[in-house]
């Protein structure tokens, strides 16, 4: 088996970059290849979180097992696109107007978060959505603050941090979103931050290392990919604009000890190609003089 990766840097590989293979294969593949983690996408394909309670409990019960007896460490990501409606892509979601609609995507997180309680992981991903276009921007903060309220009462509960992702075009895309949010909750302990090295990149004012270094006392997640200026668009290593050296020397620098995923989620089809150049990549670029 290929060693771990050196102290301070856990590097993971996202399943929603694996969705050609089966669970036990991608997990088994991540291992093999040296990887310290996985970011579990819940979805149909790997672990549905809208199957029957039984067979939930009992098909997460073997995930667990299984990511024990690898060593893999595990965040749990929320970003299916069709999970909970087959037809329309990230719908419904917290800012939805239709209370039964927003309390899916609610109770989709408050799923997650058991969940990864029961896997080992001590962070849930999510995203706040686009803004409805009949909806005032006051209103809109006010329905995500209200919305996110609901699951971070489980998540305390639980001893699972939520971790909320910038997200390029949605309600709350940057870092100064996430303060307004943060702020609006009463700045609860249970509420971090996913940053998503790319969408650095692509929009904030910073550059990605600095980003890191901002966001440092909310951090609780990483995503990482290759992106250009301007162009929400996840790229492998080397095909974008993104000096990564200054980046991993910041996750360092703030001693970042979660998970840093790659996350390729329009490229399944190179998956297993992809994990392991993906990985010799990330080593090269963080190696310290």
Known sequence: MTPRTVPGTRFAYGTNGLTDLRLEDALTLLSDLGYDGVGL?????????????????AKTRGIARRLADLGLGVAVETGARYVLDPRRKHQPTLLDPDPDARARRIGLLVTAVRLAAELGADTVHCFSGPAPGDTTDDAAWQRLADSLALVLDTAGAAGVALAVE???GHLLEDL???????KSLGEPPTLGLTLDIGHCQCLE???PADCVRQAAPYLRHVQIED???????????????IDFPPVLAALREVGFGGLVTVELPRDSHAGPA??????????AEGRTP
Request: glycine content about 8%.
């Open 205 to 207: 004012p910073e550059s």
């Open 41 to 57: 996408t819940l979805d149909h394909m790997h672990l549905d979180p809208t199957a029957p309670t039984a067979e939930l409990a």
């Open 227 to 241: 992106m250009r200026r301007g162009v929400h668009e996840h790229l492998p290593f080397g095909q974008g604009e």
């Open 166 to 168: 910038p997200e390029p």
């Open 274 to 283: 992809l994990a392991a150049s993906s990985l010799a990549f990330l080593r």
């Open 176 to 182: 100064a979103g996430f303060q307004r949010l943060r």
